[in-house]
């Protein structure tokens, strides 16, 4: 860590003065929308007693049933000293103990971006949005499914870059199928780093390239910034049922130990990873959560962690995972007032959907996945755009249109202003009976941002419609994606602090070979 201390403060200085002045002046400016902060009351589906229930029932899961830290042994080390009873992998957390180790996370924390216009506030009653995670393949109208390569990873950090509602560059955006497997961690680290400026996620997939991001984040903020300051995020799924795994515990273990933010999230296909009933896998969701937001602060206490529940219904005809339905809903509203009553972060929903396309299906189910989302709480939401066919493709076109949709978030989330100007009677009293309101002070005061807009759907008379080719949606959306990647301009980053990463990259590459398992 010593020479990446040395590399990020010693280069730093380049580029500064004249240059810098010069550069500020001459760099494109990207409008993103802070962070939503609700004015809207969460919606909830539990009362007092099935609250209690449920968080009795998740203790004694803990207690008697116990959960599995496999393939670390250090884990069960650490789960022995705090007071645990630990079995060959297993371990059982005598009641109360998970809930009183929990209390150390913080309620709410910043990640900080390298512009600091585009730091985020996780917790409390905000929502930061973020792109869709994971999927290995991408869609788009011309070229239809396909594996996903680096291209398209850097063409959807742009994107997300240059979309307003978005406040946050995700992580795997999509995976790059045509880079190795140990390798390509550090180009998609490096594309977040370089091509946006707002916060990102780290790389999760072996405690190695965990370090390798908090190693680069150090070259990009400073090591000393990075050790007292949260600047990425990182996505742990809990093995479910009731297992955490040594990938995934040894990243958590490299993030927390540098003070950099985890997401614990249990990964629950209702029906087949925990019970069909909705009460069951909230039993679960939550004892998973408790399980692995107290490891955390076992390695160190006060670390900033989001507790999450990603959590779908499955389709007992075909097996495949579904999403928008009811039961979700359940869940995702049960899980936030758990969450809130431990005083954590919540991640939760996103624009989920099964279908192949970004048609029907998809817009019926995602706008079910957001809208709960919103009502139910959730600080961070993952997947908030791009999401197609269970998770599987990342699309171009839903991207843009999902992105689109996230401003009625932010303006529903605004809720009703009751001031002066929110009352109108100014405008009541200038109007009077059988007059319009088109051209009364009040409405010329306020037309511009009374009503949130689409910057996508087409609100044109047929007849305008049909002469420009009476596109549809999908049309639209691949319209967009080409004009916001050919008007994309590099945000300004010191030169210096660029060659460190592209020096850090080429050199982490050239010291292996590569792996495509």
Not at 140 to 146: M, T, V
Not at 238 to 267: C, H, K, W
Not at 388 to 409: C, H, N, P, R
Request: proline residues 4%; charged residues 20%; glycine residues 10%.
């Amino acid at each position: 860590m010593a020479d990446v201390a040395e590399a990020g403060t010693g280069r730093r200085s380049r580029g500064g003065g004249g240059a810098a002045r010069r550069a500020e002046r001459t760099a494109v400016s990207v409008e993103t929308a802070r962070f939503i902060e609700r004015n809207i009351p969460n919606f909830e589906v539990l009362n007092e007693e099935a609250l209690q229930i449920i968080e009795h029932n998740a203790e004694t899961v803990l207690e008697e049933i116990g959960v599995n830290f496999v393939e670390n042994p250090e884990a069960l080390e650490r789960w022995k000293d705090a007071g645990a009873d630990v079995q060959g992998e297993r371990v059982r957390i005598p009641r109360g103990l998970a809930r009183q180790l929990c209390a150390t996370a913080p309620k709410t924390f910043t990640q900080h971006a390298r512009n600091p216009e585009r730091n985020v506030e996780i917790g409390g009653r905000n929502l930061v949005l973020a792109p869709v995670y994971g999927p290995p393949f991408v869609r788009d109208a011309e070229g239809g499914r396909r594996y996903a390569t680096i291209e398209d990873f850097r063409n959807f950090v742009k994107l997300g870059y240059m979309s307003k509602w978005l406040h946050h560059s995700g992580g795997t955006v999509c995976e790059p199928t045509d880079v190795a497997v140990n390798k390509r961690h550090l180009d998609m680290l490096h594309a977040h780093m370089t091509l946006s400026d707002k916060p990102f996620m780290g790389s999760v997939t072996a405690p190695e390239r965990a370090q390798d991001s908090v190693d680069m984040a150090s070259l990009l903020f400073g090591a000393d910034f990075v050790q007292n300051n949260t600047v990425m995020t990182s996505l742990i799924n809990i093995n479910s049922p009731l297992t955490f795994d040594g990938i995934m515990m040894g990243a958590l273990e490299v993030y927390a130990r540098n003070n950099q933010a985890a997401i614990v999230s249990p990964f629950i296909v209702g029906g087949a990873m925990a019970p069909v009933t909705v009460g069951g896998t909230l039993t679960q969701v939550l004892a998973e959560i408790l399980a692995g937001v107290s490891y955390s602060q076992l390695i160190r206490k006060g670390a900033p962690v989001i507790a999450g529940a990603f959590v779908t219904s499955i389709d007992m005809n075909s097996g495949a995972p579904t999403f928008g339905t009811p039961e979700a809903s359940h869940i995702t509203y049960g899980a936030g007032q758990l969450v809130r009553r431990l005083g954590l972060p919540y991640r939760s929903a996103g624009g989920f959907c099964g279908s192949k396309l970004p048609d029907a299906q998809a817009a019926y189910e995602s706008a079910n996945s957001l809208n709960m989302g919103l009502m139910s709480g959730v600080n961070f939401m993952l997947h908030a755009c791009g999401w197609l066919e269970g998770g599987l493709v990342s699309s171009y076109e839903k991207f843009v249109m999902d992105a689109d949709q996230l401003g009625a978030l932010h303006h529903f989330a605004k809720g009703v202003a009751l001031d002066a100007n929110g009352q109108g009677m100014d405008a009541i009293r200038e109007v009077g009976p059988g007059g319009h309101y088109l051209g009364c002070e009040h409405t010329q005061a306020n037309f511009k941002d009374a009503f949130w807009r689409s910057d996508l759907l087409d609100y044109k008379p047929f007849e305008t419609w049909e002469e420009e080719g009476a596109r549809d949606t999908q049309a639209l959306a691949s319209a967009r994606v080409r004009r916001l990647l050919e008007t994309y301009r590099q945000p300004e980053l010191d030169a210096g602090i660029r060659e460190s990463l592209d020096d850090y990259v080429a050199r982490k590459k050239a010291s292996v070979p590569d792996a495509f398992l």
